[in-house]
């Protein structure tokens, strides 16, 4: 019996020690960053009505995120999220949010993944495409993305800085991303009767999607900043702080002189007990 | 003549207690003193029109000028931080002002800025002294030369030994506007006149 308690003591002691350990590593492992992806929504479809999009959790019908008449050519900021199951529905501007989505899609958010939900191609074949997007390039290169959404003009040809990224892109599809050259240049982009030219900055380092729109005269062009760092991140650490209030140990000198003193006097202390002569009382005693 | 005698055993006593006292303090200094600074100081929230730019082109988003974070009490004007020689973060040239990395986008632009301050001068705090007592939910907000603010929500703090400092987390492309807030952290090492590690304030901008 008395063993058996004392067992049970020792182990419940040896579980404190365990238990304190584990709890650093739960909190780190529960830091928003390491689990964060991004979502951001867009009408793309020139002849589909402004719609409400919403966002939801998978497996919980409260939407997340609501944007209520999104009219074509908008595109929301991006949205970051825990990473997770997600489903995008997409209802008629001003329906209620209890009636059967016109469109919907699932969506996996990954750590650290960027994805863009798109509704592309005309009203009668209208579809809500999940774009997987790109944050980094390749060293000192731009990333450009193009995304035909002009049903004036069927097929679209992108030049960047004089140099064809994209030709002949359809109507309601999405380039792969190309990396370019940085500058500040001219971006052309032409259709069989129609053509738009918009002098842009791509910097090294970052990501972008053209969006090519029918605008009330035309083509326009729409550049968006999927991702941007810094082009050229410094190297290693930041030097940030001299010590003047980090923990210190104070100088021991003070202490040392004392016992340097201290060994002085007594040692003369000493020398004289022994080289003078006994005194005479001592010796009677 | 025994009153000599008296003395030298006294001077022997004294001598040894002497040496006691000495090492007893020597023993105490053994431990190390961590200076103490006043309670935290708080700042009203800074006022003016908040500009959340992160769809805007980065060309259009105006330079950083200060930064205000109330609920650590700091409140300083920004200045602009290249690379030194040898690639690394430049740092401020007082350690009571912090500065925006010219390299990172612009706060409120799309993208991950660099803010950097000192936490200490050889003798006392510096700007970020109390950085890594921000918690999730604070706020923190840049003053841009036009006037308009962008306004940050920390999300994590955290530290990074600075021998295996992690370029691409604090650094790397972001698809909305975040900030980044960087100072020293960690154990200071005499030897290496230098902190072994980094604190970062991983921010992102309200919308």
């Given at each position: 019996?008395?063993?058996?308690?004392?067992?049970?003591?020792?182990?419940?002691?040896?579980?404190?020690?365990?238990?304190?350990?584990?709890?650093?590593?739960?909190?780190?492992?529960?830091?928003?960053?390491?689990?964060?992806?991004?979502?951001?929504?867009?009408?793309?479809?020139?002849?589909?009505?402004?719609?409400?999009?919403y966002l939801y959790s998978f497996g919980d019908s409260s939407a997340e995120l609501v944007l209520h008449h999104v009219g074509y050519g908008v595109v929301s900021p991006y949205e970051a999220l825990a990473a997770g199951q997600y489903t995008v529905g997409m209802r008629a501007a001003g329906a209620a949010d209890t009636t059967k989505p016109v469109l919907s899609a699932s969506l996996t958010v990954a750590p650290g993944g960027a994805y863009t939900v798109a509704g592309l191609g005309p009203e009668s074949g209208l579809r809500l495409q999940v774009l997987k997007d790109q944050l980094t390039t390749p060293p000192g290169q731009v990333l450009v993305r193009?995304?035909?959404?002009?049903?004036?003009?069927?097929?679209?040809?992108?030049?960047?800085?004089?140099?064809?990224?994209?030709?002949?892109?359809?109507?309601?599809?999405?380039?792969s991303y190309q990396a370019v050259s940085p500058a500040t240049a001219t971006l052309h982009a032409a259709g069989a009767s129609e053509s738009a030219n918009s002098k842009i900055t791509l910097a090294a380092g970052t990501v972008h999607t053209i969006v090519v729109l029918d605008g009330a005269k035309g083509l326009v062009l729409d550049n968006l900043v999927d991702?941007?760092?810094?082009?050229?991140?410094?190297?290693?650490?930041?030097?940030?702080?001299?010590?003047?209030?980090?923990?210190?140990?104070?100088?021991?000198?003070?202490?040392?002189?004392?016992?340097?003193?201290?060994?002085?006097?007594?040692?003369?202390?000493?020398?004289?007990?022994?080289?003078?002569?006994?005194?005479?009382?001592?010796?009677?005693? | 003549m025994p009153?000599?005698?008296?003395?030298?055993?006294?001077?022997?006593?004294?001598?040894?207690?002497?040496?006691?006292?000495?090492?007893?303090?020597?023993?105490?200094?053994?431990?190390?003193?961590?200076?103490?600074?006043?309670?935290?100081?708080?700042?009203?929230a800074p006022t003016g029109p908040v500009v959340a730019a992160s769809q805007r082109q980065p060309a259009q988003v105006s330079l950083p000028v200060a930064l205000t974070i109330p609920s650590i009490g700091v409140q300083t004007s920004l200045t602009r931080l290249g690379l030194t020689a040898s690639g690394t973060l430049q740092v401020p040239p007082s350690t009571a002002v912090a500065g925006w990395y010219t390299g990172s986008p612009r706060p409120g632009a799309v993208g991950s800025a660099?803010?950097?301050?000192?936490?200490?001068?050889?003798?006392?705090?510096?700007?970020?002294?109390?950085?890594?007592?921000?918690?999730?939910?604070?706020?923190?907000?840049?003053?841009?030369?036009?006037?308009?603010?962008?306004?940050?929500?920390?999300?994590?703090?955290?530290?990074?030994?600075?021998?295996?400092?992690?370029?691409?987390?604090?650094?790397?492309?972001?698809?909305?506007?975040?900030?980044?807030?960087?100072?020293?952290?960690?154990?200071?090492?005499?030897?290496?006149?230098?902190?072994?590690?980094?604190?970062?304030?991983?921010a992102t901008e309200t919308s």
């Open positions: 019996m008395k063993i058996r308690r004392f067992i049970r003591w020792a182990a419940l002691l040896m579980a404190v020690p365990v238990l304190l350990l584990c709890i650093p590593k739960a909190a780190s492992a529960s830091t928003a960053s390491a689990g964060t992806g991004w979502v951001r929504l867009a009408h793309l479809s020139p002849n589909t009505p402004a719609v409400d999009v193009v995304i035909q959404a002009s049903l004036q003009q069927h097929a679209v040809t992108v030049t960047w800085n004089g140099q064809p990224t994209v030709t002949n892109l359809a109507f309601g599809s999405v380039s991702a941007a760092g810094s082009d050229d991140p410094p190297a290693g650490a930041a030097a940030t702080g001299f010590g003047g209030t980090a923990p210190r140990v104070p100088s021991p000198m003070p202490w040392l002189y004392l016992i340097a003193a201290g060994l002085l006097l007594a040692t003369a202390g000493g020398l004289v007990v022994r080289l003078m002569p006994r005194p005479k009382g001592r010796h009677a005693a | 009153r000599k005698w008296q003395a030298a055993w006294l001077l022997l006593g004294a001598g040894l207690i002497v040496v006691g006292v000495g090492a007893a303090g020597l023993a105490m200094t053994r431990q190390p003193v961590t200076p103490q600074y006043g309670a935290t100081p708080t700042l009203p660099v803010i950097a301050g000192h936490v200490d001068s050889h003798v006392g705090p510096g700007v970020f002294f109390r950085l890594s007592s921000l918690r999730p939910g604070d706020l923190a907000y840049v003053r841009r030369a036009d006037g308009t603010l962008a306004v940050f929500r920390v999300t994590v703090v955290r530290e990074f030994a600075k021998d295996t400092f992690p370029t691409a987390a604090v650094y790397g492309p972001t698809p909305d506007a975040e900030l980044r807030l960087i100072t020293c952290g960690g154990t200071f090492d005499p030897q290496l006149r230098s902190y072994l590690s980094n604190t970062v304030v991983y």
